[in-house]
């Protein structure tokens, strides 16, 4: 003990330093093992995906296919896409960092379908704590000095009582990303298989019985459009 107390008392202008260092190392390396990306890619390069008929009850299994619409498809508010799933976040620069000021995340059940057979994924199983979604923000705006918002980003803004300005009138710095599960886009879906006997006929869809996948705190629904899980996936078939 004394001896640690020593080596404190001779090298502390020199340990603190470290130890701060090593924490913010260690807080960003599980902040990126734990995104959701990450636990994406890494489950699905779990085991192998299979064809939707062959799929049995209660089996944890991925689809790989493409997104079709079950209704009126939405659409994304801020590049006008078709969709069926958006995810927007809107960020404001800071003094030292950037903070985000709106979260918007608006889905509707869609089909998966892969080689003419088809699942749906219901948008009542798409709870925070049993499900996962990430999508690849590939539509971006940004507006600050001498780089008006838009009407388009104004109206977006105004929606969620958010402006563009601040002290004066003067531009915030801010950026937006737009992620969307796109109509005929190449999707990845893992989940419990249940399948579920329709009361009722689904417009697009012929068959008395239908696969649905759903989650749970241990065995996650999964929703993906990135490259890196799709890819793996096709490897491993």
Not at 46 to 62: A, C, L, M, P
Request: net charge positive; with cysteine.
């Amino acid at each position: 003990m004394e001896n640690l107390l020593t080596v404190i008392s001779d090298y502390g202008e020199y340990l603190i330093p470290i130890i701060f260092f090593s924490i913010a190392i260690s807080i960003i390396a599980y902040s990126f093992f734990f995104s959701n990306k990450n636990i994406i890619i890494r489950e699905f390069k779990k085991g192998r995906r299979k064809s939707i008929n062959s799929i049995r009850d209660k089996e944890y299994v991925k689809i790989i296919g493409v997104a079709k619409h079950v209704n009126t498809p939405l659409v994304a508010p801020l590049s006008g896409r078709s969709c069926v799933y958006y995810h927007i976040v809107v960020e404001v620069k800071g003094d030292k960092s950037w903070r985000r000021i709106i979260n918007d995340v608006k889905s509707q059940d869609f089909f998966i379908e892969s080689s003419t057979e088809m699942a749906i994924i219901k948008t009542k199983f798409l709870e925070k704590n049993t499900s996962i979604c990430h999508l690849v923000k590939d539509y971006k705006e940004n507006s600050g000095f001498r780089n008006d918002a838009n009407n388009k980003l104004e109206a977006y803004l105004k929606s969620h009582n958010k402006k563009s300005t601040g002290f004066l009138g003067i531009n915030k710095t801010i950026r937006y990303t737009e992620g969307i599960i796109e109509l005929n886009e190449k999707i990845g879906v893992k989940g419990i298989a249940k399948w579920q006997s329709l009361k009722e006929p689904i417009v697009g869809y012929s068959y008395s019985k239908i696969l649905t996948l759903e989650g749970t705190k241990k065995q996650k629904l999964l929703i993906t459009d990135e490259p890196k899980a799709l890819i793996r996936v096709q490897n491993k078939i």
